[in-house]
């Protein structure tokens, strides 16, 4: 066998014939390991718009003009980011578009162009059509938040009933696919309702979980979170008596859960943390770390890393510390659990007499820094704040929610309609993207990792500065 290295072949990047180029297909692929240049979706975006730009030029001059551009993405849910990057590139001058959902042909690969266009644009006539109707679809019909609700709880109940951690694992080679065999008229009538959705299947031995029922079951964290923990307040909005904001009305044990299940879903997340905590180990705590399931998953991936979590939810934290004790493979002392505030602004709360605070050297916080921030006079408020708590820190692992482009709920992806009506309601403000990136800039911190957890609005930097 030969073991010469095998270069790729360098293909043509446009072809012209007359006035006319038509380009070959645009990733963001290195041309010498055929790997994506990177892992998240904008930076993607961006890299073919501009390569986009740069083919066109080199084909024709700066005077050519695009005709056409098709698009290939491989997520649906990044749809939204892909017409405000067009937007924001071409502005007015767009050309026609068309987009596709497809398979990727290299693994990581996010999007791809591929685009006409003319030399001659002053031999192109424009076009123009009057603004389209507004759609005759309403979106969302009654039969969709019937059944839809219907669906939620049903999930929901699998879940409580274990079902889904048993069906939702790989089985080894060979082996067949986990079932379950519900017992009883209500779990068969449970069951019943998840075949008819498609969800479950009949297998050798029992119910299999089909692969339309995985995708539902992978995000069942954001379910539980929105119709478990965020229940009571939006059960209270109209009957609200008053012309402030609704208080925050929430079950603080769902929306513990549903926010570990959807941490757990981006294993990814886990290890990318874990690799950096490992090249220089010390202390690492968790602010807002719900029922402690991040340092949990931490604790198996940086066996060296002293982990502290902190949490407002008492009962919560009471939980999760005896679930810790219980739990054999736990070691001792090495996931240590307090309860109380961590908001930075006011006198230093208690808890933070028992902390060694000029040992601590990674400080995380998911989910929460944008309503600290809304109270609190902004995102460099509060982490300056933290910084101040915490001297020698040299590294932050910051996971939030962001606001998302659309003016209808169908332009925007799934679950961002919800989030951002569930904070209007309770007066909580969110933010962009850039406007996280700002703060962590002028606070002197640098991003080193920038990645999507399990959606495009939850996202996760890791912050480091010398």
Known sequence: MSTATVTPPRFAPFSREGDLIATAGIAAIDPRTLE??????????RWV??????VVAEAAGPGARLLRVECYLVDRRHFARWNAAFAAHFGEAAPARTTLIC??????LLIEVQALATAAPDRVAPLRLAPPPAPADPGLEIGDLVEGY??????????DLGWWRRLDVEPADGAAPPTISPTGPVQRAIAGALERLGWL?????????TDAGRAVVRARGFVRVVARGWEPTFAA???AATNAPLPAITDPDAVARGCTEIARRAPGTFRAIADRLRIAPGTTIDLGCADAGRLIGLAAMAPHERLLGVDLAEDVIVDATARLRADPDHPAGHVRLMSGDVSPGGPPPAWLQGVPRDEVTTAMSFFLLHQLASDGGGIAAVLDGWQRWFPNLRRFVIGDGIRTPGARWADQPWFSPTYELY?????????WEREYCEAFEQQGWRIVDRREVEHPMLVMWTLERD
């Open 36 to 45: 994506p240049l990177f892992d998240d979706f904008d930076a993607q975006a």
């Open 49 to 54: 718009l501009e390569r986009l730009d740069a």
């Open 103 to 108: 398979a990727p042909p290299v693994a990581g």
């Open 150 to 159: 219907t669906a939620t709880q049903t999930l929901l109940a699998a879940d």
């Open 201 to 209: 299947a009949s297998g050798d031995g029992g119910l299999v979980l």
């Open 237 to 239: 909005a109209g009957t």
């Open 423 to 431: 904070h209007e309601l309770t007066g909580v403000r969110l933010w």
